[in-house]
């Protein structure tokens, strides 16, 4: 199983960017999938994350309004829109599928419920 992340690059602030994560070696057309980022000298953080039927998406609360993550199922593929970026927003952003099953949405918001993880695709936005 390989997760390919890509679309980073560096971005001036107020810039957008699309990141995509490609999987192969199976379908997770039935697996939550999500977006977390680390930024240097700091812990990884959760970003989105996404339902297996793409219908429930849940954000961090500092990022809502400018990031939106969708899924193609049929392509395998998952999906970051980030929009008016901010320095702050620089970091490597990595992909995520999880294998397990959690009570809730909040579940998915912790890097322990993932499985799989991605290379991670970096972005940079200068000011």
């Known amino acids: 199983v390989q997760l390919q992340a890509f679309g980073g690059g560096l971005v001036q602030a107020g810039g957008s960017l699309t990141l995509s994560c490609a999987a192969s070696?199976?379908?997770?057309?039935?697996?939550?999938m999500g977006w977390f980022r680390q930024a240097p000298g700091r812990e990884r953080e959760f970003v989105a994350t996404i339902s297996a039927n793409g219908v429930i998406k849940y954000y961090a609360d500092s990022l809502k309004g400018r990031f939106t993550i969708s899924r193609d199922n049929a392509m395998n593929t998952v999906y970051l829109q980030l929009n008016s970026l901010k320095p702050e927003d620089t970091a490597a952003y990595y992909c995520a599928v999880s294998g397990r099953v959690g009570a809730d949405i909040y579940y998915y918001t912790h890097a322990y419920a993932y499985n799989y993880w991605g290379q991670g695709t970096l972005v940079t936005v200068s000011s």
């Open positions: 070696g199976r379908t997770f057309s039935t697996n939550v």
